[in-house]
Structures are given as structure tokens and as C-alpha cells.
């Protein structure tokens, strides 16, 4: 059976392996550093980490600098630079996110919408079948809405624009819709 | 002699770095003797002076304690600590290499040294011992234990395996193990006692 003395000891051994001995006060007799030291110097030797030379005097001479200097640990200071940073980067990558949703959401329409559009144009608009007008919806481009009357309106006479005419207005808004949807994408690509 | 895995060392010093962070210097003081002599071989591949090796030492050890705080437990202690003396170690090598040649006795950062200082430095010389001996004196002292605490020793110091650990290993509760670790510490300690600082 070990007295308390010994007891004090094995704590202090399994303290200085850094296990988590909830124990009191640490004990640093300078029988205990002389024990501690002594122990040091066992686990450098079995480990082959021994300088040349040993000052056996090192410990003692840091602590007492940090005593008699008063040095004390740094509060820890909000790192400003690296918060902007994370804040930054979650914000790009965000930003990437929403362009690759937006792709991917214009591209469905796309694709649903190819039946009802291109059957009603397909003999007069090329390049546009298949495009959503859903989309297309800038203030500047309000023909868009006439580009349908247009198309409904092949069959009937009108008074004032003549085929021809018609053809190059109709040409003109193909035109502006490409040029939109090829800005948009190399937009959101760019992103 | 003995290799050592790197690997395998998880020696966990948490328990003491979270004293020191609530303000037990104590702690630190533990730390330091624990890790004085890996630290001064560390030092030892930047620079060869004895003196200088323990500059830097102290220098780093007094800049590990200021930051502190900041150390979160992402790495090992040790590790975080290895980071510091070798940024030591570089900052003594560039400082050195920019004064060697410009060395201006006369300068206010010479006159400004007191006096008192000197005299109290020189007032109690270092002990310093060296290694050689030693080692062979505990590498003989471990031979001769029985092997249970051999194998306990040799976990802990070469290995770095937790007590956790071990006892799963040894098949033994983590109060034996506790107690093995300690004996043979006791042992080795007790052939080392005639050491005689010179």
C-alpha cells in the first residue's frame, strides 16, 4: 500500500504525462522538480532527445523571468482579417451557388418550353426556337409582347406593314432576343 | 538506441495547457521542464553555441507562455510549441546574421545593460551536465527493470501512448498502469542520483 506521500508522487508523475489528474494545487517542491526534471531527462534519453549539454538550471531561470517581469498570457484579440475573409469567401461562394441555380433554372424552361414556341415560329424565327419568353422581360424590350402578335398575325391582312416588312421587324426582334439571351448567359457565366 | 515514432505521439498535455490558460503558472512550469530538452535539440540544428541554444530556448518559451491563450487545441501542445522555437531559432539567426559585422560596442543598447544584472547572473553559474553519461546510465537503469515496467516505460516515453491507451495494450486497469509508469520512474531516478553536476 502507498502512503500519501507516494500517492502525492504518482499523481505528480501521471500530472506531468499531461493526464488529466483532477487533483488540487499542483505541488512544485523543489523536491518535486528535482523529481520532475529527473523525469524529463529519462523520457529524452529513452527517446534519444538529449542535447550535448544540460542546463539543469533552464526551468528554474524562465520561471523566474516570467515572475520577476511580470509577464503574463495575451488576452486573445479578435482576429478582424481573418473573420473578413471566411466572410468573404462565403459570400463568393454564394455567389457561385446562384449564378449555377440561375443556369440551371433557365435551362429547364428552356427545355419545357420548346413544344408550344418553336411549333408557331419555327418556319420564320431560326436561331429563337425553343426560347422562354418568360424571360425576357426587361422594361426596354416591350415588343416582346408584339413579337406574339406578329406571329399570330401572319395570316391576316394588315393595312399598314406589308410581308416584307413584317419579315424585318420580325427579323430585328430575333435578333434583339439572341443578342439578350447570349448577354445573359455570358452575364451569369462571368459570375 | 531507441526510434522513436512520431506518429504515435499523442502525448496529451491538455489537462496542463488549460491551467496555465486559468492562470496556474505552476502548470507552465511543468511544461517547461517537460519539454526543455526537445526544445533545446530542436534548437540545436539552427544553431551550435550552448548559450545561444538556451537564449532561444528561453525566448520561445516566454512567447509560447504570452500566447497562450491563443493555443485552441487544434494540435498537439507540443506542436504548437515547435512552431514557436523554430520562428525563434530563425528570428535569433536573421538578428545575428544582420549584427554580426556591425557590432557597435559604444551603442545606448550596450550602455543601457545594468550592471546589477551581470552581477546577478553571475551570481549562481548554471549546472551543467553533459548527456553522454546520463543517457547511458538510464538506458542501462531501464534494462534491468522487471519487463512489466519496462514495457510501461516504454510505451509512455518511446510510443507517447496515452494511459487510456496502454491499459487496453497492457490489458491492466489505468491505475496500474498509472503505478508501473511511476516505479520504473522511480528507479531510473534512483541510478541517476550520483550524477554530480559539474
Given at each position: 500500500m502507498l502512503d500519501s506521500k507516494q500517492t502525492n508522487k504518482e499523481e505528480l508523475s501521471s500530472l506531468f504525462d499531461g493526464e488529466n489528474i483532477q487533483s488540487k494545487e499542483i505541488d512544485?517542491?523543489?523536491?518535486?522538480?528535482?523529481?520532475?526534471?529527473?523525469?524529463?531527462?529519462?523520457?529524452?534519453?529513452?527517446?534519444?532527445?538529449?542535447?550535448?549539454?544540460?542546463?539543469?538550471?533552464?526551468a528554474s531561470k524562465v520561471m523566474t523571468k516570467i515572475e520577476h517581469e511580470q509577464i503574463n498570457p495575451n488576452k486573445v484579440a479578435f482576429n478582424f482579417n481573418f473573420s473578413l475573409k471566411k466572410v468573404a469567401f462565403a459570400i463568393s461562394e454564394l455567389a457561385v451557388a446562384a449564378s449555377v441555380a440561375a443556369i440551371t433554372v433557365i435551362g429547364w424552361q428552356t427545355y419545357n418550353a420548346q413544344g408550344g414556341i418553336s411549333n408557331s415560329t419555327s418556319d420564320s424565327l431560326g436561331a429563337v426556337e425553343g426560347v422562354n419568353l418568360a424571360s425576357y422581360q426587361t422594361s426596354q424590350n416591350h415588343k416582346t409582347l408584339?413579337?406574339?402578335e406578329y406571329s399570330d398575325s401572319d395570316n391576316k391582312s394588315d393595312a399598314k406593314l406589308s410581308d416584307n416588312e413584317l419579315k424585318a421587324q420580325q427579323s430585328l426582334e430575333v435578333e434583339r432576343i439572341?443578342?439578350?439571351?447570349?448577354?445573359?448567359?455570358l452575364n451569369t457565366a462571368a459570375n | 538506441m531507441f526510434s522513436v515514432n512520431e506518429n504515435l505521439k499523442a502525448?496529451?498535455?491538455?489537462?496542463?495547457?488549460v491551467r496555465v490558460q486559468a492562470g496556474d503558472s505552476k502548470a507552465y512550469n511543468v511544461l517547461v521542464i517537460k519539454y526543455q530538452h526537445k526544445?533545446?535539440?530542436?534548437?540545436?540544428?539552427?544553431?551550435?553555441?550552448?548559450?545561444?541554444?538556451?537564449?532561444?530556448?528561453?525566448?520561445?518559451?516566454?512567447?509560447?507562455?504570452?500566447s497562450?491563450?491563443?493555443?485552441?487545441?487544434?494540435?498537439?501542445?507540443?506542436?504548437w510549441l515547435?512552431?514557436?522555437?523554430?520562428?525563434?531559432?530563425?528570428?535569433?539567426?536573421?538578428?545575428?546574421?544582420?549584427?554580426?559585422?556591425?557590432?557597435?560596442?559604444?551603442?545606448?543598447?550596450?550602455?543601457?545593460?545594468?550592471?546589477?544584472?551581470?552581477?546577478?547572473?553571475?551570481?549562481t553559474p548554471d549546472r551543467i551536465i553533459e548527456s553522454h553519461e546520463l543517457q547511458q546510465v538510464i538506458v542501462k537503469a531501464l534494462s534491468e527493470l522487471p519487463e512489466e515496467l519496462r514495457n510501461a516505460i516504454t510505451l509512455r516515453e518511446i510510443d507517447g501512448m496515452s494511459y487510456e491507451d496502454m491499459a487496453v495494450v497492457l490489458k491492466v486497469p489505468v491505475g496500474t498502469v498509472r503505478s508501473r509508469i511511476f516505479r520504473a520512474r522511480q528507479y531510473?531516478?534512483?541510478k541517476m542520483s550520483n550524477l554530480a553536476a559539474k
Open positions: 512544485l517542491s523543489n523536491e518535486n522538480k528535482t523529481h520532475l526534471e529527473k523525469w524529463s531527462l529519462i523520457g529524452a534519453a529513452l527517446r534519444n532527445e538529449m542535447p550535448e549539454q544540460i542546463n539543469l538550471d533552464f408584339k413579337f406574339a439572341n443578342n439578350y439571351i447570349r448577354g445573359y448567359v | 502525448q496529451s498535455d491538455e489537462s496542463l495547457v526544445v533545446a535539440q530542436i534548437i540545436s540544428k539552427f544553431v551550435s553555441n550552448t548559450a545561444d541554444i538556451n537564449d532561444i530556448a528561453q525566448d520561445a518559451f516566454i512567447s509560447a507562455y504570452k497562450i491563450n491563443s493555443f485552441r487545441g487544434e494540435s498537439s501542445f507540443y506542436t515547435y512552431r514557436i522555437v523554430v520562428n525563434s531559432a530563425k528570428t535569433f539567426l536573421k538578428s545575428n546574421s544582420r549584427s554580426k559585422n556591425s557590432v557597435d560596442v559604444d551603442s545606448p543598447e550596450f550602455q543601457s545593460i545594468d550592471e546589477q544584472e551581470i552581477l546577478a547572473s553571475n551570481e531510473i531516478e534512483s
